[in-house]
């Protein structure tokens, strides 16, 4: 109980927050490594899931390849980065986008890849070109788990980047690694509490971002009005779309 004392006893001190190194400053600080991290994953990460979900061949290997960075430890990488020249939030950016890249990658290549093939085939029915097809039809039926990737990357990094302070950086694991030099467990408990509270909050504003961008006829297609329509064995929209008028709709018709 003497740490959680001392861990509110820090709380209380507005020193703690304001000024150099107080927590406005490094929370600041973390976002923006955060921001610039999945930004840099995302440049690389989401073009390569798009063309790959597209076209329907390689994805698998893509996927794996990906996923074989999450074999390398985030504090190794710093290291390395440190060693070639590179240290404090620069270091950190670059690890973090390594790590941010398969949850990216992955989850749209899995997004397009799972549109239904009748509807891809009912597009290109409707002369649809290639390109037409991917960004009113594919891409719209990819969004929920395109932006569940981007949920996972962030909160992933949001986690991560207080490794920053150990190369350097600032973060908020300059509280908890100042904590740890100053013997203060009370300091490093309070740091962790307040990087799970960031995580926790983005995860939430994310939650509902992706709720926003959902087309509507996929956000209804998972209420259980919809399940209890076709129980009784009534017609029930395809969310996918097709001109006005006829028993389908295309995303955003």
């Given at each position: ?17 304001t ?44 996927v ?23 240290f ?18 992955t ?16 597009a ?39 490794l ?71 017609p ?10 006829s ?7």
């Amino acid at each position: 109980m003497d740490i959680v004392n001392d861990a509110l006893t820090w709380f209380n001190d507005p020193l703690n927050w304001t000024g150099k190194n107080g927590v406005v400053e490094l929370t600041e600080a973390h976002l923006r490594v955060t921001l610039y991290a999945v930004l840099l994953a995302a440049v690389v990460a989401l073009p390569a899931g798009v063309w790959l979900g597209h076209a329907r061949r390689g994805g698998t290997l893509g996927v794996v390849v990906a996923n074989t960075t999450r074999a390398l430890p985030t504090l190794a990488l710093l290291t390395l980065f440190a060693s070639a020249g590179l240290f404090g939030n620069t270091a950190t950016v670059l690890a973090c986008a390594i790590f941010a890249v398969p949850p990216l990658l992955t989850n749209t290549v899995t997004g397009l890849g799972d549109v239904d093939r009748d509807v891809v085939d009912a597009a290109r029915g409707l002369g649809m070109s290639s390109g037409r097809r991917l960004r009113e039809v594919e891409l719209p039926l990819a969004v929920p788990l395109v932006a569940a990737g981007v949920r996972t990357a962030v909160v992933q990094v949001l986690a991560t980047v207080p490794l920053a302070a150990l190369v350097g950086g600032q973060s908020l694991g300059t509280i908890v690694v100042t904590g740890f030099a100053l013997q203060n467990y009370g300091q490093v408990l309070a740091g962790g509490i307040l990087v799970a509270g960031l995580c926790l909050i983005a995860e939430g504003v994310l939650a509902v971002a992706q709720h926003l961008l959902t087309p509507r006829g996929l956000r209804e297609s998972s209420t259980p009005s919809r399940g209890w329509r076709r129980q009784r064995g009534e017609p029930s929209a395809v969310a996918v779309g097709a001109p006005s008028g006829s028993n389908s709709s295309m995303p955003g018709a």
